[in-house]
């Protein structure tokens, strides 16, 4: 593998926007790497392509070349005149065609805060203008329909009409103690609509209160970090939080850990209980408040990135498919902090499709290697990558999000 980015002479492009896009401690980080490659190794991008172009390392080696290259005591002492046009265009390529699972960070030895440098080097890409041309199609859609993928906002509860036995008021309700934000995925996706279908049944047989936010939900900003266009985010996070207030919530449920990374991390909103799906569930069975029949099942689980490396949650969701009588559990062969990504994170799919399904490929194999019927996962995109990658190599394994297999299990 070569890590080498050539600085044009001469003729490079000054793309002198300045370094704002990074934190002094991210700049500082740039200069910590040891070039040990362990973060090459883990790379699902990089196994699934074979290129290590794509690895943090080689990310590394550009980035501190764009830095320096902008930086007026370079120009003068070494003349460098920053990427040429070509180079911009080939780094950024590279830099879109990761998933921001954060796999590499995890076993960084001298703990660079890697996922965090890929965003904001994302949008130092769309600040300077070199950025796949699907990210100006999320951001025409966002700034259009308030969703990544330009569906009429109007519909995002539209999924309840697909239920057994839809409530009349649609859960669109003036007041509740819990709002369920369901995340674009979920509400516009047929293949991950019966997510929301499923915590809905679940919630309604534990007796618990709660409304959707219906076209007063907007995105949650999730895929504005990973397209670089933060620039938008403090309108949606001003108008979700509004949202919610509204409602005189004190809780609010993500199925998405994307959504909830969100709100954990930037919303941050003062006296509103933030919960994923999978602790909820685990707090509503601890209680003895679902009603709970026996699944004769051997199920694996894969770990979220943005819910496992992310936030942190690993045995909430353990624990609730533990819960279940009758089901035989197997942990995969990598789990929890080393749990391989299942190639739909990091807006992937929209720039490479074929790179998705190749890393959908790796994960599809070590989770048959367990034997397992089912595989269970806490996250929307997740099933809806597994799904896609089973479906069109008809494989024989079931994908189920953890609201799934508890809505199997509920003793009606
Ligand atoms: S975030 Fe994941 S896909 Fe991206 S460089 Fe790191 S390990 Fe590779
Ligand atoms: S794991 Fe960290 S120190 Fe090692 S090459 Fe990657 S970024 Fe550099």
Redesign the pocket.
Known sequence: MTFVISVADGLGVSRKMGNKDYSVRQLMELEACTNCQA?AD?????SAAGSGE???LF?MKGLKEIVKGRSGFFHKIFGKRGLSEEEWEHFSDASFR????????EVCPVGIH??DL?VSLRQDLVHSGFHPKKIDVIKENLEESWNVFGEDNEERAEWVEDMQNPPDDGYLRDKADLVYFTGCTAAFFPIAQKIPIALAEVMDASGVDFTLLGEEEWCCGFPMLGAGLMDLFREFREHNIQAVREKGAGKIVFACPSCYQMWHEHYRPAGIEIYHASQFLADLVRKGRVPLKELDMTVTYHDPCDLGRGARVYEDPREVIRSIPGIAFVELPRNREDCR?CGGG?NLEMVDAKLSAEIAKAKIDEILSTGAQAVVTSCQQCVRTMITYVRRNKISLEVLDITELIQKALNR
Do not use: D, E, Y
């Not at 883990?42 to 990089?46: E, F, G, H, K």
């Not at 990761?98 to 960070?105: A, F, R």
């Open positions: 973060c883990i790379c699902p991008a990089v794509l690895s943090a990310r990761c998933t921001l699972c954060g796999n590499c960070q890697l996922k890929w990504c990091g």
